[in-house]
């Protein structure tokens, strides 16, 4: 015998409905129409491929855990295109989560620049952190945008992400931003921006700052400043993404963070970023940043070069400090002006096991310690050991007035400048790379710079502890003395 339960006053969950929004229909003309679809938990918003509009995508409505609203497209074709015709954004979500946008086209070119955007997620005055934000298989291009120093300039570009905390404390949790093309945008690819600045010593912390932000195998081309600038984050990841052409038309470097705590860099490609005067490197660990890893990157070609790590205390608050960065296991090939750049009074760390090589004809500076502006002085206690550097140009070191700068284990072959550093465990003979000719383009020939077994550099290295536990390509590293460089045989 069956029994039946009859549950009353409990209201049903509404199904979800698939909104198919086509070009090619009168009512779909316009995006004011499409833009009236209201969106509730588990809907979705498909258009049609090969269709086009022009406008801003903006429709109302939020999901909800394990149901989020999905913005697509359906069809055989090109993928959606929407084109910004110079307004604020192609795509702009406000205050709304629980949100996956992907395989779209978004343009928003104009005459002359402005404060536009390809993508803009805003989060205003919540008291509470916006959720579930996905931005995936976007193509997004020709976003004239502006160029500049000030911060309403660095928040235009490809795709911003915008934090107004004026009112009530507010801040974003679980965003990812992968597989996406950036490409020919002023002034930033992809940016992370609060109005009210957090940092990691900012009493306001625990209620400010992002958490569980991830940017990952984006390919940004062409880009006007900054490839990708995060701020504000705990423990941020941006990974396996290529950048090529950043700072292409005022300086910047290609991928940094800014006032965050245990960010990670890793396996991402930097190439020709161009210096002009200033910054130009592939990766940054900039102002009041804690704990930063730079690791198992590949930088070629890049004006400013590997890396620069920057502080000022004298600038306006609340930038006072930068910390504890780790640069570990990347290999830097052909940069331009510089290598590895410090400026300002940066703290406590740690470059090793990296691979540098220096061509012929080029003549960077290898190491150089600087003031930043008018920062109140330079550098101070930083390691190097197991660094490889091959000098077969006509690289140099600059040392200002860095202080506790400490070398061991590492090796310069070629060219020996002077100023070259001091070191009790120096090795001056070739490191026999295995193929060296062979690195080119893409992070997987840089492979050719593994050891021969033969190599002075064998098992010659300093251990470090909690060193990351693998090396450039994902060989485990041995318990003992470790291969100088970046890649173990």
């Known amino acids: 015998m069956r029994s039946f339960i009859l549950l009353l006053g409990i209201p049903l969950a509404a199904p979800a409905t698939v909104h198919r929004v086509d070009c090619r229909e009168g009512k779909w003309h316009s995006m004011a129409a499409v833009n009236a679809v209201g969106l509730q938990p588990g809907d979705q918003l498909l258009l049609r491929a090969g269709c086009r509009w022009t406008g801003t995508l903006s429709p109302k409505g939020s999901g909800s855990e394990g149901k989020p609203v999905i913005i697509d497209r359906y069809g055989d074709g090109p993928p959606p295109r929407i084109d910004g015709a110079g307004g604020e954004a192609a795509l702009f979500l406000r205050n709304q989560e629980f949100v996956e946008v992907r395989n779209l086209e978004l343009t928003n070119d104009a005459p002359e620049p402005g404060l536009r955007r390809g993508v803009l997620i805003r989060a205003e005055n919540l008291g509470r952190a916006l959720r579930h934000i996905r931005l995936t298989g976007l193509h997004i291009h020709h976003v004239k945008g502006r160029l500049g120093a000030d911060m309403v300039s660095k928040c235009t570009g490809g795709i911003g992400l915008e934090v107004v905390t004026e009112q009530k404390p507010t801040r974003l949790d ?207 206690r930083a390691w190097f050991r197991n660094n490889i550097i091959v000098n077969e140009g006509e690289g140099s070191y600059v040392w200002g007035e860095a202080t506790e700068i400490v070398f061991e284990g590492n090796c310069f072959a070629g060219r020996h400048p002077h100023g070259e550093p001091q070191d009790p465990r120096k090795i001056t003979a070739d490191p026999r790379f295995e193929s060296p000719a062979t690195v080119g383009e893409g992070l997987a020939s840089a492979g050719g710079y593994r050891l021969k077994d033969d190599s002075p550099c064998a098992a010659s290295g300093v251990v470090i502890p909690a060193n990351g536990a693998r090396d450039f390509l994902g060989a485990p590293l041995p318990a003992g003395a470790p291969d100088r460089g970046a890649i173990q045989r």
């Open 174 to 380: 679980d965003v990812l931003i992968a597989d996406n093309r950036i490409r020919a945008v002023d002034s930033v690819g992809i940016y992370l921006h609060t109005d009210s600045g957090p940092h990691p010593r900012d009493p306001r912390w625990e209620q400010l700052r992002h958490t569980r932000v991830v940017v990952r195998n984006n390919t940004l081309e062409d880009i006007g400043k900054n490839a990708v600038c995060l701020r504000a984050s705990l423990e941020p990841r941006i990974e396996r993404n290529v950048v090529r052409n950043a700072s292409a038309r005022y300086h910047g470097n290609a991928i940094y963070v800014f006032g965050c705590k245990n960010a990670r860099i890793q396996f991402n490609e930097v190439s020709g970023t161009r210096f002009h005067g200033l910054e130009g490197a592939a990766f940054d660990s900039d102002y009041n940043c804690e704990g930063t890893v730079i690791q198992y990157n590949y930088s070629h070609d890049n004006g400013g070069g590997l890396v620069n790590l920057c502080n000022n205390p004298a600038s306006k608050p609340p930038r006072g400090y930068n910390d504890g960065t780790i640069v570990r296991y990347n290999v830097s090939r052909n940069e331009t002006y510089r290598v590895i750049g410090f400026d300002g009074p940066v703290t406590n760390t740690h470059i090793y096991n990296n691979t540098i090589y220096v061509g012929p004809g080029r003549k960077p500076r290898i190491i150089e310690f600087d003031r930043f502006g008018k920062s109140p002085g330079y550098a101070t």
